[in-house]
């Protein structure tokens, strides 16, 4: 599975030929460095491991940099792609944002917005109480959530009120509509999850 880790631009629009507004997420993919090939024999899957964005050295612990001594970058951010192939990789490969090219459709992880605690209201679009019949401060409330005598107890996964959002989402099949190699840029169509600058990943669809 080919993939690339990348930023979160941000939204904008572009045209199509016919002139049709296509809303694309850019996203600065790469460039990437092969930081270690990892085989079945040896460590009991096949993965490739990439870093992504340099740092000053001494950002780094005695550890990472041992590690990347190989490559002899100093990177931030370490992640795994699963491959069926890794002897394509070796330590060292630059991956750039022409591994996906015009038309491909790509699935995109990143981490949700983070909203805090939040209410049924917001959290699962509840529709509030009635503000009638002296009903005072139950107007954003959850309402009742169980039963009687039976069962007893609230079922598990009831929706109320909780941490909302912060959590990893996968989007999947967004369409690639234009891959800027010269300036590391991917543009996709529709949106991916988290805030601009915040860290995604860029991988090949599983769902053909």
């Known amino acids: 599975m080919k993939g690339i880790i990348g930023i979160k631009v941000g939204m904008t629009q572009i045209f199509d030929e016919t002139g049709a507004v296509i809303p694309v997420t850019v996203i600065e993919a790469g460039p990437c460095y092969v930081t270690q090939v990892k085989t079945a024999d040896a460590d009991g899957y096949n993965a490739v491991q990439l870093g992504f964005r340099s740092v000053e050295q001494r950002k780094l612990s005695l550890p990472e940099r041992g590690h990347l001594r190989r490559v002899d970058k100093n990177l931030s951010v370490l992640r795994e792609f699963r491959t069926s192939d890794p002897g394509e990789y070796s330590v060292g490969d630059v991956i750039q944002a022409d591994i996906f090219g015009k038309g491909q459709r790509v699935d995109v992880v990143g981490t949700t917005k983070g909203r805090g605690f939040a209410g049924v209201i917001k959290r699962y679009n ?49 369409l690639v509509v234009e891959a800027d190699p010269e300036r590391n840029l991917l543009l996709v169509r529709g949106g991916v999850p988290g805030p601009n600058g915040a860290l995604v990943l860029i991988q090949e669809n599983r769902k053909q």
Not at 157 to 170: E, L, Q, S
């Open 126 to 174: 509840f529709h509030s109480q009635p503000h009638s019949h002296g009903m005072t401060d139950r107007i954003r409330a959850t309402g009742s959530i169980g039963a009687c005598t039976w069962p007893g107890r609230v079922w598990k996964g009831k929706k109320m009120p909780g941490h909302m959002g912060n959590a990893r989402k996968t989007v999947q099949n967004l």
